[in-house]
Nanobody
Framework: QVQLVESGGGLVQAGGSLRLSCAAS????????MGWFRQAPGKEREFVAR????????YYADSVKGRFTISRDNAKNAVYLQMNSLKSEDTAVYYC????????WGQGTQVTVSS
Protein backbone atom coordinates (compact mmCIF):
# COMPACT_ATOMS: atom_id res chain seq x y z
CA GLN A 1 0.00 0.00 0.00
CA VAL A 2 1.33 3.40 -1.00
CA GLN A 3 1.06 5.93 1.79
CA LEU A 4 2.65 9.18 2.88
CA VAL A 5 1.98 10.58 6.33
CA GLU A 6 3.31 14.01 7.26
CA SER A 7 3.40 15.34 10.81
CA GLY A 8 5.01 17.97 12.99
CA GLY A 9 3.31 21.11 11.75
CA GLY A 10 1.80 23.73 13.98
CA LEU A 11 1.60 27.39 14.90
CA VAL A 12 4.88 29.14 15.58
CA GLN A 13 6.04 32.73 15.89
CA ALA A 14 8.31 34.24 13.29
CA GLY A 15 11.90 33.30 14.01
CA GLY A 16 10.88 30.00 15.56
CA SER A 17 11.55 26.44 14.49
CA LEU A 18 9.64 23.31 13.60
CA ARG A 19 10.66 19.81 12.57
CA LEU A 20 8.45 17.99 10.11
CA SER A 21 8.42 14.23 9.69
CA CYS A 22 7.23 12.05 6.84
CA ALA A 23 6.60 8.32 6.96
CA ALA A 24 6.57 6.70 3.54
CA SER A 25 5.29 3.21 2.90
CA UNK A 26 5.10 1.14 -0.23
CA UNK A 27 7.66 0.14 -2.81
CA UNK A 28 6.92 3.30 -4.78
CA UNK A 29 9.19 5.24 -2.43
CA UNK A 30 11.96 2.72 -2.00
CA UNK A 31 15.36 3.73 -3.34
CA UNK A 32 14.11 7.08 -4.56
CA UNK A 33 15.03 10.68 -4.04
CA MET A 34 12.55 12.31 -1.69
CA GLY A 35 11.35 15.85 -1.41
CA TRP A 36 9.31 18.33 0.56
CA PHE A 37 6.79 20.57 -1.15
CA ARG A 38 4.40 23.22 0.13
CA GLN A 39 1.23 24.93 -0.91
CA ALA A 40 0.20 28.30 0.45
CA PRO A 41 -3.41 29.51 0.22
CA GLY A 42 -4.27 30.57 -3.30
CA LYS A 43 -0.92 29.44 -4.70
CA GLU A 44 0.43 26.48 -6.62
CA ARG A 45 2.27 23.71 -4.83
CA GLU A 46 5.99 24.43 -4.91
CA PHE A 47 9.26 22.63 -4.35
CA VAL A 48 11.00 23.18 -1.03
CA ALA A 49 13.80 20.62 -0.67
CA ARG A 50 15.11 17.36 -2.08
CA UNK A 51 17.44 14.68 -0.79
CA UNK A 52 19.09 12.09 -2.98
CA UNK A 53 18.77 8.39 -2.25
CA UNK A 54 22.30 7.53 -3.32
CA UNK A 55 24.49 9.95 -1.37
CA UNK A 56 22.17 12.08 0.74
CA UNK A 57 23.03 15.24 -1.14
CA UNK A 58 20.38 17.91 -0.66
CA TYR A 59 18.96 20.73 -2.73
CA TYR A 60 16.79 23.66 -1.66
CA ALA A 61 14.55 26.33 -3.05
CA ASP A 62 16.25 29.70 -2.83
CA SER A 63 13.55 30.94 -0.46
CA VAL A 64 14.51 28.41 2.24
CA LYS A 65 18.23 27.92 1.62
CA GLY A 66 20.23 28.36 4.80
CA ARG A 67 17.14 28.03 7.01
CA PHE A 68 15.75 24.56 6.23
CA THR A 69 17.52 21.21 6.35
CA ILE A 70 16.21 18.00 4.82
CA SER A 71 17.34 14.61 6.08
CA ARG A 72 16.26 11.01 5.78
CA ASP A 73 16.44 7.67 7.53
CA ASN A 74 16.35 5.02 4.82
CA ALA A 75 15.97 2.19 7.31
CA LYS A 76 12.76 3.77 8.59
CA ASN A 77 11.56 5.09 5.22
CA ALA A 78 11.35 8.48 6.89
CA VAL A 79 12.16 11.98 5.71
CA TYR A 80 12.51 15.05 7.89
CA LEU A 81 12.53 18.81 7.40
CA GLN A 82 14.12 20.99 10.07
CA MET A 83 12.83 24.51 9.64
CA ASN A 84 14.59 27.35 11.43
CA SER A 85 14.19 31.12 11.32
CA LEU A 86 10.64 30.72 10.11
CA LYS A 87 8.97 33.61 8.32
CA SER A 88 5.32 34.42 7.74
CA GLU A 89 5.78 33.56 4.07
CA ASP A 90 6.60 29.97 5.09
CA THR A 91 2.97 29.51 6.09
CA ALA A 92 1.62 26.64 3.99
CA VAL A 93 0.59 23.02 3.99
CA TYR A 94 3.75 20.93 3.69
CA TYR A 95 3.86 17.64 1.83
CA CYS A 96 6.49 15.01 1.23
CA UNK A 97 6.73 12.87 -1.87
CA UNK A 98 9.30 11.28 -4.09
CA UNK A 99 11.28 13.68 -6.26
CA UNK A 100 10.12 14.00 -8.96
CA UNK A 101 6.76 13.57 -7.23
CA UNK A 102 4.43 10.63 -7.80
CA UNK A 103 0.65 11.06 -8.11
CA UNK A 104 0.35 9.85 -4.51
CA TRP A 105 0.09 12.74 -2.04
CA GLY A 106 -0.57 12.58 1.67
CA GLN A 107 -2.81 14.97 3.56
CA GLY A 108 0.10 17.23 4.43
CA THR A 109 0.81 19.09 7.66
CA GLN A 110 -0.15 22.72 8.26
CA VAL A 111 2.57 25.18 9.21
CA THR A 112 1.43 28.61 10.32
CA VAL A 113 3.95 31.30 11.14
CA SER A 114 2.65 34.36 12.95
CA SER A 115 4.43 37.65 12.56
Amino acid sequence: QVQLVESGGGLVQAGGSLRLSCAASGRTFSNRDMGWFRQAPGKEREFVARIRWTDGRSYYADSVKGRFTISRDNAKNAVYLQMNSLKSEDTAVYYCNAHPPTPHWGQGTQVTVSS
